[in-house]
């Protein structure tokens, strides 16, 4: 023990003289007086983000864009729960409001006006739990597009609910009652417009809330559908970049859709003017990579390996990671192209928007591989000219599919075509093999399923394809020494910080173009 340094420690204050005498005092002082400052500043944070969400709250909710995108708070499921708790709260109140409206109205009149439609918490739909899964894929932004002008508030609504004057009173309730044919077309206002109604300003209001949410529930509905329109499957701003394309004369016209798939929505489109930089097919696909988060946050297992990607990743937003899924088919598809695999041609990007050659003809997509019917012959040879693309992606691209099936082989011009490559790894990425194996695994048992007596079994064709000589005689382990091997590469990259080719056993290393 250390007298002076005892005595010294309540009145000294942390100088660094002082730190220097007192050894176990100093660190304890030193982070107390630290963390303080920390919780304090974290609170504040806390609290000014709890603030923002609860301001941008209707957005959060109905929109793509809210404060989840940004990526700063992922984690908001209950805070989300919260909202909609209160929400439910605030549609029963309001359902109990409109139905005291609705008798004020009616009093004793023989007729009667109904407002069962503009409850919110409708009998058939008091279920909610859909909407808890759905509502980030809502395209459609209610709340900022097209809200219909209204006169100035002040003069009826700021005095609350006691409107003085009868005229007042009478020419705002038809003008309320004239708005309701602002609402979206689709939502039934009944023909109130018709009558001489005349709705309260807080009746109109509601109404209008809900004519919005019924908007975003019809949106929702329709996103469902396999075959949704092309205006309804984007974001405004796709939307925007689409309409760009189409006026730039890049595109001729765009068709409609072809596909909507978790993570991308694909349409077809007629090409248009071919210029002198850029060649424009005559037919072309546009995939769009969704912008919603929910299914690309279990891919981050491809691209945060990736070495190509590695460094971006982490200072990356969300947002921009889904461009560049988009720039990884890209740049994959490009390296197909130059190795001459059959496959898309990229004609451009922009954002997350890809425009391709288009795998079909006058609109009509290729079939893909697992929904043709192929004669006997012509199944042999899309059998070889998979494996010879399969060791062409790997040798010449450096490249391994990673989703590798007949869902992503078409069957065009007598023969198979591969698309959808955002997810295509270097075979040097931590779980490359892995992926290799599992493509190895989906075409093998398609082959042979479909009567190719020829077809490798999945093992054999891993060997064929990456031209190692894994020779464990069973699946666990030649999955095992694959990942022996994966791991090797890592250890490799951690002690000298650069991929090297160690995969290859006959002296054909792998292609490190970048
Ligand atoms: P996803 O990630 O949604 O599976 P894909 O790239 O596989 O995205 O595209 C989805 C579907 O769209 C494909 O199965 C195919 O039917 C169609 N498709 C995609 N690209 C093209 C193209 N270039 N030409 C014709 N059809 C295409
Ligand atoms: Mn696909």
Same mark, same amino acid.
């Given at each position: 023990m250390d007298p002076v340094g005892v005595a010294a420690a309540p009145d000294a204050g942390p100088g660094p003289a002082w730190r220097t005498k007192c050894p176990w005092g100093a660190p304890n002082t030193t982070s107390i007086s630290c963390s303080l400052a920390d919780v304090m500043s974290e609170q504040l944070a806390k609290e000014l983000q709890l603030e923002e969400e609860n301001a941008a709250f209707p957005e959060v909710v109905a929109?793509?864009?809210?404060?989840f995108i940004t990526g700063? @708070?992922?984690?908001t499921s209950s805070d989300l729960m919260l909202a909609q708790m209160l929400q439910m709260e605030f549609d029963r109140e309001y359902d109990a409001q409109l139905r005291r409206e609705e008798k004020k109205i009616n009093g004793d009149s023989k007729v009667s006006i109904s407002f069962e439609n503009y409850r919110k918490v409708h009998p058939y739909d008091s279920d909610s739990s859909e909407d808890e899964v759905d509502w980030q894929d809502t395209r459609h932004d209610p709340y900022r597009a097209d809200k219909p002008t209204t006169t100035p508030r002040k003069g009826f609504i700021g005095k609350g609910k006691d409107i003085t004057t009868k005229h007042d009173e009478v020419v705002c309730g038809r003008k309320n009652t004239a708005r309701m044919e602002n609402f979206a077309p689709e939502f039934q206002v009944g023909d109130g417009i018709g009558m001489d109604l005349k709705l309260s300003n807080q009746v109109f209001n509601a109404l209008k809330q809900h004519a919005y949410s019924e908007e975003r529930r019809s949106a929702r509905l329709h996103e469902k559908k396999e075959h949704s329109t092309a205006e309804k499957a984007v974001d405004p701003k796709t939307r925007l970049l689409l309409y760009k394309m189409v006026n730039a004369g890049m595109?001729?016209?765009?068709?409609?859709?072809?596909s909507t798939g978790k993570e991308s929505v694909v349409f077809h489109a007629y090409g248009g003017n071919t210029t002198e930089d850029k060649v424009i097919p005559p037919e072309c696909a546009i995939k769009v990579f969704k912008t919603t988060l929910n299914e690309f946050k279990n891919r981050d297992k491809y691209i945060k390996d990736d070495y190509r990607f590695k460094d971006r990743f982490s200072k990356l937003n969300p947002r921009k990671i889904i461009r560049m899924w988009a720039e990884k088919e890209m740049h994959n598809l490009t390296r197909m192209q130059n190795a001459g695999i059959p496959c898309p041609q990229v004609v451009i990007l922009k954002k997350h928007v890809l425009v391709m050659s288009f795998i079909g003809q006058d609109q009509v997509p290729a079939p893909k591989l697992k929904d043709v019917t192929l004669s006997s012959e012509d199944m042999k040879k899309a059998y070889y000219q998979v494996l010879n693309m399969m060791q062409q992606l790997y040798k010449e691209c450096n490249l391994v599919h990673a989703d590798l099936s007949e869902y992503n082989m078409l069957w065009h011009d007598g023969k198979v075509w591969l698309i959808d490559v955002s997810q295509s790894v270097e075979p040097t990425h931590p779980h490359g093999l892995e992926f290799l194996f599992r493509d190895c695994r989906n075409v093998s048992q398609f082959f042979q399923k479909g009567g190719v007596a020829e077809a490798l079994k999945e093992r054999e064709l891993f060997n064929a394809v990456?031209?190692? @000589?894994?020779?464990?005689?069973n699946e666990v382990d030649f999955q095992e020494e694959i990942e022996a091997l994966e791991k090797m590469n890592e250890d490799h990259v951690q002690n000298h910080g650069k991929k090297l080719s160690m995969?290859?056993?006959?002296?054909d290393p792998p292609i490190y173009d970048e």
């Open positions: 929109v793509a864009e809210g404060p700063e @708070n992922v984690d595109l001729e016209t765009i068709t409609g859709c072809i990456s031209g190692l @000589n894994i020779t464990a005689d995969f290859s056993s006959d002296g």
